[in-house]
């Protein structure tokens, strides 16, 4: 049972560059998440799917796009990566019902130049 | 919708119990308080979760107000390792699904 598995751990970008953070539990959980957390401060949800097929726009949609057309995959993908773009990314699962425990995946440090 | 307050930093010395407060004035009946941490840049590490009763887990202690409007985070003995930014999250019912909304934290320091 490996929770939330994401990749890459660390990529550079450039301006105007598409890439896709990958996002995978094996918890079989309905609910996911992504969230970006920028040097000294929270975090920021961005999107979020409550099922396959589901997805919706968090705090800070703006710039990304999600999919989710398995249980146990929520890719995130960037389009024209942008400088204000640059931070930490965290994808996040539980059992949707409230007082289930949510899982984080150890981030995804990216950096566009 | 229910949001939390917490202060931007506090300290303790080690071995000595620290105590984080909370402020959720508008929690709803069904929403549910979370604690969580993180140490440096890494991946939010769950600690506790409760709904109107006190509740204890080999980590730490939770206590909620009988109003709810407030909790408070016990580490019993805190060591240096504890050192970290806690996040107190009220899971929040909007637009048909629960979302986890992250406010500032509060930064521990834990003294030798």
């Known amino acids: 049972n490996a929770g939330v598995t994401q990749t890459p751990k660390f990529r550079i970008l450039k301006i105007g560059q598409s890439m896709t953070l990958q996002c995978t539990q094996d918890m079989n959980h309905n609910y996911m998440y992504w969230y970006r957390q920028d040097p000294g401060m929270g975090l920021k949800l961005i999107y979020y799917?409550?099922?396959?097929?589901?997805?919706d726009k968090g705090e800070v949609p703006n710039g990304y796009n999600v999919s989710r057309s398995t249980t146990e995959d929520f890719p995130l993908r960037l389009e024209l990566a942008a400088p204000s773009q640059t931070s930490v990314y965290f994808c996040?699962?539980?059992?949707?019902?409230?007082?289930?425990?949510?899982?984080f995946g150890e981030g995804s440090w990216l950096t566009v130049v | 919708d229910a949001k939390t307050t917490q202060p931007p930093s506090m300290d303790c010395a080690e071995g000595r119990a620290a105590n984080l407060p909370c402020n959720h004035s508008t929690i709803s009946g069904n929403e549910y308080v979370y604690w969580y941490r993180q140490i440096h840049s890494q991946g939010p590490q769950y600690i506790i979760h409760?709904?109107?009763n006190n509740e204890t887990n080999e980590m730490a202690s939770l206590i909620i107000t009988e109003d709810r409007k407030s909790s408070t985070l016990i580490l019993p003995h805190a060591t240096l390792r504890d050192t970290a930014v806690y996040y107190c999250i009220v899971r929040l019912w909007m637009d048909s699904s629960y979302k986890l909304i992250f406010g500032s934290g509060t930064r521990l320091l834990v003294r030798p």
């Open positions: 996040a699962s539980s059992y949707g019902g409230n007082g289930n425990t949510i899982y």
């Open positions: 409760g709904l109107k």
């Open positions: 799917s409550v099922g396959a097929g589901i997805t």
